[in-house]
Nanobody
Framework: VQLQASGGGLVQAGGSLKLSCAAS????????MGWYRQDPGKQRELVAH???????TYADSVKGRFTISRDSGKNTVHLQMNRLKPEDTGVYYC?????????WGKGTLVTVSS
């Protein structure tokens, strides 16, 4: 399974970005798709994920500002990030869980300037 992420970049505080991630390869059933962020020297942490059926989970720090959505027919997940803050800066990784195995895309850098 390959995950191709896009949409990172530089934005001013208060602005918006949208991350997208498309899964391809030998896919039979992806249970969870989501986004994680890893700050320097820290572990990768969940930003948001969506489970089959549409159930979503968000980190407290992004609730009300970020929205995750999944296009199941295309095995694609999107993260709409609004009202961005400098502390949202980091490398964002797309994740897919299939049959209990985690797959990761290459990180995409999001930089929010103050």
């Amino acid at each position: 399974v390959q995950l191709q992420a896009s949409g990172g970049g530089l934005v001013q505080a208060g602005g918006s970005l949208k991350l997208s991630c498309a899964a391809s390869g030998n896919i039979f059933s992806i249970n969870i798709m989501g986004w994680y962020r890893q700050d320097p020297g820290k572990q990768r942490e969940l930003v948001a994920h969506v489970i089959t059926g549409g159930f979503t989970t968000y980190a407290d720090s992004v609730k009300g500002r970020f929205t995750i959505s999944r296009d199941s027919g295309k095995n694609t997940v999107h993260l709409q990030m609004n009202r961005l803050k400098p502390e949202d800066t980091g490398v964002y990784y797309c994740n897919a869980n299939m049959a209990g195995l985690d797959y990761w895309g290459k990180g995409t850098l999001v930089t929010v300037s103050s």
